[in-house]
């Protein structure tokens, strides 16, 4: 079956970096697009960043771009999320998603669950 699961995750001081990774197993997600979401609380899950199964075709968030960079590793089945300048309204739990459609779609059938992304003053 397969299974994306999310690490990384952390309190961090705003200003702060970290990094997520997401592993994925039970099938080859090098054909697929990868991607990464988060959720505040109290608000809806949004599109933080997504990369085609290349690599050449990257997609940001207006909140995130410039201090965000997403990448993979097809030959590791695994993507990442490299988090700088954090900021408190970047705390979130962050998931990792995959799907076999164009990374401007926004669309995934795999969900990881989530890993928690606290940024504190």
């Known amino acids: 079956q397969a299974q994306l699961v999310e690490s990384g995750g952390g309190v961090v001081q705003a200003g702060g970096s970290l990094r997520l990774s997401c592993a994925a197993s039970?099938?080859?997600?090098?054909?697929?697009?990868m991607g990464w979401f988060r959720q505040a609380p109290g608000k809806e899950r949004e599109f933080v960043s997504g990369?085609?199964?290349?690599?050449?075709?990257?997609y940001y968030a207006d909140s995130v771009k410039g201090r965000f960079t997403i990448s993979r590793d097809n030959a590791k089945n695994t993507v990442y999320l490299q988090m700088n300048s954090l900021k408190l309204e970047d705390t979130a739990v962050y998931y990792c998603?995959?799907?076999?459609?164009?990374?401007?779609?926004?669309?995934?059938?795999?969900w990881g669950q989530g890993t928690q992304v606290t940024v504190s003053s």
């Open positions: 998603a995959a799907g076999p459609r164009l990374v401007a779609t926004r669309e995934y059938d795999y």
């Open positions: 039970g099938r080859t997600f090098s054909s697929y697009t």
């Open positions: 990369i085609s199964w290349s690599g050449d075709v990257i």
